[in-house]
């Protein structure tokens, strides 16, 4: 057939991400955002350290879509006109096509495979879009493809410590406080640890939060900060 995908292509596509790993269930960020390309399966970053040895690679969340960094991509697969964003300085691009409805199409620019308009440069939304475009055209990705025998994570990916992070906020004595406020075993860090991403501004911003409605007097934890924050603009 001379149409051949391999296989760590095709279980990026088949792989589900940012769902939690059957094997960490009970461990706290547990979400799986890596991808194994030796073993051609998604992990969590408890994961991680079983599979050093293996070429990684990263996907993050961006409206709701999995993507990879251009960067990292670039490594296993020529990833020429398609469309990168930018997120945190960095540009990533879509490992599938994203559909978006037809009603506005006019004379733009829009991808060789789905509907979606692109800016000017780019021929396709997605990884997917254009390997679907190059096995339509070319029946072949091999001129695509790339050798590439290590990928790593970046220096920034966070590798969670295994169980026992009760205690690995370092914000101490806000931590001890909150304990002893909060009912249940509801505390502090388990609040910190439920974010998915620290670096995450939002993240910070809650934090920040979490601080100042200490210090006048409210006690809020988690959701029920976010409910409290609600109520707080509701009243202005
Ligand atoms: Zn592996
Ligand atoms: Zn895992
Ligand atoms: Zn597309």
Known sequence: MGIQKPA???GLYAQKFFV???YHETVKKNE???YCLDCCISICPHCVPSHRFHRLLQVRRYVY???VRLEDLQKLIDCSNVQAYTINSAKVVFIKKRPQNRQFKGSGNY???CDRSLQDPFIHCSLGCKVDFVLKHYKDLALFLRTCNTLTLSPDFL???DMG???ETSHSTISDELQNW???SENFSTAMADNSDHNNPQYQNRHHQIVRKKRSGCICVGDQLQRCLMRTSLQE
Do not use: A
Request: proline share 8%.
């Open 159 to 161: 590798i969670p410590p």
């Open 20 to 22: 939690g790993c059957c």
């Open 65 to 67: 879509h999995d993507v």
């Open 165 to 167: 992070d009760e205690n």
């Open 8 to 10: 760590w292509l095709d």
């Open 32 to 34: 799986k955002n890596v």
């Open 182 to 184: 909060s009912s249940g």
């Open 111 to 113: 991808c060789t495979s």
